[in-house]
């Protein structure tokens, strides 16, 4: 009876489609540009992006100015100039001294680091993914490829919902798109760019960018982490109270190896 | 929590010699047993008078992982929540496989 049933299940499941070779020759080349990406040490760009946001069932845009001088590993310069009528935002610049990444604040003259892995806030693409990490996996789900006048429009879903266009002339990107959706959210960018480098083998001391003199490198998380224990040390002699409301020294779990995750709900 | 239970529930399977406590600073006891129960941990929430434990630690920020080795001291802690990290921190302690 079950065999009979699960073999009408099996019989009404549609067989996939075969691959168009069109979808073939889509897959190829987002491979192709994935694959230069990565092999890329350096990315030159400049370019605008028009954002459009809708979320709470107001509408948000936004315009950005962007530069990028980057090189792997860690080295260069980001500058966001922000143009908008919403908001009125100070330029964002970004720059990695070959051990950092530090975010610059000109009016304080404060370095915040941003820890040390290369993210490349400009352009904000799933693509650059392949940049930043070149082991990152890019989960592309569906890629079509089509030509709009001299260019070559490539679209390619990705596993996280985004959904991002490259108009290509030859290996430049030309212009770019990305769409987010979140619930009742949208995100929107359009990337128009003048600039679009990547460079295989790289001068690092062509790209190097040292803090600016004057310049004090605050560390949120090493402040955060500023009073802890230092490795090594002794439990200190104290004691938890169990949801039995029993005394539990900390000192008498010696023989374990115990996590202890501070937390609270509120 | 759910993440850190997760982790619990994996290594829980292979090492008897790992302990994790949750330790709660300023909930209601009873807020922490809804909590609790209604995530379903499988890890024990202990608690704290006025914040001593968390000063004892030097913990300014939540959450923040402390590791202890079964010589009763500090291996590794850091703030915030890095699964890798802390398995990473929790395997140094593991008995070599023959």
Redesign the interface.
């Known amino acids: 009876m079950f065999t009979v049933f699960l073999w009408m299940l099996l019989a009404a499941t549609p067989e996939p489609p075969p691959p168009r070779p069109d979808d073939e020759a889509a897959k190829k080349r987002f491979e192709q540009l994935v694959e230069r990406f990565r092999r890329s040490e350096g990315l030159d760009v400049i370019g605008k992006v028009a954002q459009k946001m809708s979320m709470d069932g107001q509408d948000f845009e936004l315009g950005q100015k962007g530069i990028t001088h980057l090189a792997r590993p860690l080295h260069g310069r980001v500058t966001i100039g922000q143009v908008n009528e919403q908001f009125e935002l100070p330029p964002q610049v970004i720059i990695a001294d070959g051990e950092s990444v530090y975010m610059l604040d000109t009016e304080s003259k404060q370095a915040q680091v941003l820890g040390s892995n290369l993210w490349v806030p400009f352009p904000s693409l799933e693509l650059c993914q392949a940049w930043i990490d070149p082991k990152a996996d890019l989960h592309a789900e569906k890629t079509e490829l089509a030509s709009e006048g001299e260019l070559e429009k490539l679209t390619v879903t990705f596993g996280s919902g985004a959904v991002e266009t490259y108009w290509l002339k030859g290996e430049t990107l030309e212009r770019a798109q990305s769409v987010q959706t979140h619930g009742d959210q949208k995100m929107e960018a359009t990337f128009t760019f003048e600039k679009f480098v990547l460079t295989e083998k790289v001068d690092l001391k062509r790209y190097a960018e040292s803090l600016p003199e004057g310049y004090e490198i605050s560390d949120p998380?090493a402040e955060?982490?500023?009073?802890?224990?230092?490795?090594?040390?002794?439990?200190?002699d104290?004691s938890?109270?169990?949801?039995q409301d029993e005394s539990?020294s900390?000192?008498s779990?010696?023989?374990?190896?115990?996590?202890?995750?501070?937390?609270?709900?509120? | 929590?759910p993440h850190?239970n997760d982790l619990w529930s994996e290594i829980a399977k292979t090492?008897k010699?790992?302990?994790?406590?949750?330790?709660?600073?300023?909930?209601e006891?009873d807020?922490?047993?809804d909590?609790?129960k209604e995530g379903g941990f499988a890890f024990?929430?202990?608690?704290?008078?006025e914040g001593?434990?968390?000063k004892?630690?030097?913990?300014?920020?939540?959450?923040?992982?402390?590791?202890?080795?079964?010589?009763?001291?500090?291996?590794?802690?850091?703030?915030?929540f890095d699964p890798k990290a802390?398995e990473e921190a929790?395997a140094k302690?593991a008995k070599k496989k023959q």
């Not at chain 2, 010699?17 to 909930?27: E, L, P, R, T």
């Not at chain 2, 024990?44 to 008078?49: F, I, L, N, T």
């Open positions: 998380m955060l982490e500023a009073d802890l224990l230092a490795v090594g040390s002794e439990v200190p104290i938890v109270t169990t949801m539990l900390l000192r779990l010696s023989g374990k190896t115990v996590l202890l995750n501070f937390w609270f709900y509120h | 929590m850190l090492r010699d790992v302990q994790f406590y949750a330790v709660n600073i300023g909930d006891k807020v922490i047993a909590y609790w024990p929430p202990v608690r704290q008078k001593e434990v968390s004892a630690f030097g913990v300014n920020a939540y959450p923040t992982n402390y590791v202890i080795g079964p010589d009763g001291k500090v291996l590794w802690r850091a703030v915030g802390l929790l302690t």
